[in-house]
């Protein structure tokens, strides 16, 4: 079985400060982790993933995100956010252990930034 | 690339009518899944499809819906009788070829409103 927690509905922060969008998973067997950002009126759009290697990945839009094994997380982070970055989140884990089709989403999380 | 196509973006209809919702995958792309957004229930996974046979429609609500593949660049989602908690949008999403650490693409949406 797999899951996803985000586990904050809503995430403030003001223009230019850095921003962290939370999420903890659980598979059975190796995460293959993505973040997705969805604008109004828009469908899901893909930001970046983590399969393997390097702990901190990096997307679009100057995105990151840190994937931590001990504590099953993958936080989206961005040093410095923008009145744009305002939209919808989610997190997605499939398992990379099986050949699973699927992946399980969170259920999102509102990011406003303010001017 | 003109990715993931839907149709129509926006259908208003009466209770008891039909319902055909249509999706374009990209071209190449072997894994198609449907999926429904609500604010009470978020990102629903409903039914997905690998090389146009379906796999897991364990998240189809009722023997109301049901989905279809009949080739590689196209799928249906039909809702008979639509009943008004219907109304949602519906998103249609494919996934690449091979190895399970693909992203989804998802189309922009299907915005179902159930008179």
């Known amino acids: 079985a797999q899951s996803v927690a985000q586990p904050e509905d809503q995430v403030n922060v003001a223009e230019g400060n850095p921003l962290t969008v939370k999420c903890t998973y659980s598979?059975?067997?190796?995460?293959?982790l993505f973040w997705y950002v969805q604008y109004p009126n828009r469908g899901l759009q893909f930001l970046l993933k983590y399969i393997t290697g390097d702990n901190l990945v990096k997307g679009s839009y100057g995105f990151e995100a840190e994937f931590n094994k001990s504590q099953t997380s993958f936080h989206l982070k961005k040093p410095s956010a923008l009145v744009s970055d305002s939209a919808l989140y989610f997190c997605a884990v499939r398992d990379g252990g099986t050949n699973a089709g699927k992946s399980t989403f969170g259920d999102g999380t509102t990011l406003t930034v303010k001017p | 690339d003109a990715g993931v196509i839907q149709s129509p973006r926006h259908e208003v209809t009466e209770m008891g009518q039909e319902v055909t919702l249509r999706c374009k995958p990209i071209?190449?792309?072997?894994?198609l899944f449907w999926y429904r957004q609500t604010m009470m229930r978020g990102l629903e996974l409903l039914i997905y499809?690998?090389?146009?046979?379906?796999?897991?429609d364990s998240g189809m609500p009722e023997d109301r819906f049901s989905a279809k593949m009949p080739n590689a660049s196209f799928s249906t989602l039909k809702i008979q009788p639509s009943e008004p908690r219907d109304s949602a949008v519906y998103f249609c999403?494919?996934?690449?070829?091979?190895?399970?650490?693909?992203?989804?693409?998802f189309g922009d949406g299907t915005r179902l409103s159930i008179l």
């Open positions: 598979v059975s067997g190796n995460p293959y």
């Open positions: 499809f690998n090389n146009n046979v379906p796999i897991d």
């Open positions: 999403a494919s996934r690449a070829v091979g190895n399970s650490n693909q992203p989804q693409h």
């Open positions: 071209s190449g792309h072997d894994y």
